[in-house]
Nanobody, 128 residues
Framework: QVQVVESGGASVQTGGSLRLSCTAT????????TAWFRQVPGKEREFVAV????????YYTTDVEGRFTISRDSTKNTVHLQMYLLKPEDTAVYYC?????????????????????WGQGTQVTVSS
């Protein structure tokens, strides 16, 4: 059983910054890649960024590349999504998820079907 908890969502103005955090606990959380997805009402959930278990590999959707940075802390259990130069179109509920495979190393996944444990989500609102 994996428990995933997000934090850090807030309301900011265009151009502002936020840092989201995600902590995954439980034996099955070990050796998993961690990703952030986001969803707005009426739209499908979309991939934002992923970091490997090692922390050495990352991948971003084009919309956020250069503005967002995903990282894993030294404990391995917490992943951060640092968001800069926020835009109104970044407004969404942000979800953290860990993969269902536990391969470890530098494996990365981007499809939501590859992730087996999800958090409840944290709201990010960017106003113009």
């Amino acid at each position: 059983q994996v428990q995933v908890v997000e934090s850090g969502g807030a309301s900011v103005q265009t151009g502002g910054s936020l840092r989201l955090s995600c902590t995954a606990t439980g034996r099955a959380a070990s050796r998993t890649a961690t990703a952030w997805f986001r969803q707005v009402p009426g739209k499908e959930r979309e991939f934002v960024a992923v970091v490997s278990w090692s922390g050495d590999s990352t991948y971003y959707t084009t919309d956020v590349e250069g503005r967002f940075t995903i990282s894993r802390d030294s404990t391995k259990n917490t992943v951060h999504l640092q968001m800069y130069l926020l835009k109104p179109e970044d407004t969404a509920v942000y979800y953290c998820a860990v993969d269902r495979y536990g391969y470890g190393g530098n494996y990365l996944f981007t499809h939501d079907s590859d992730f087996g444990s999800w958090g409840q989500g944290t709201q990010v609102t960017v106003s113009s």
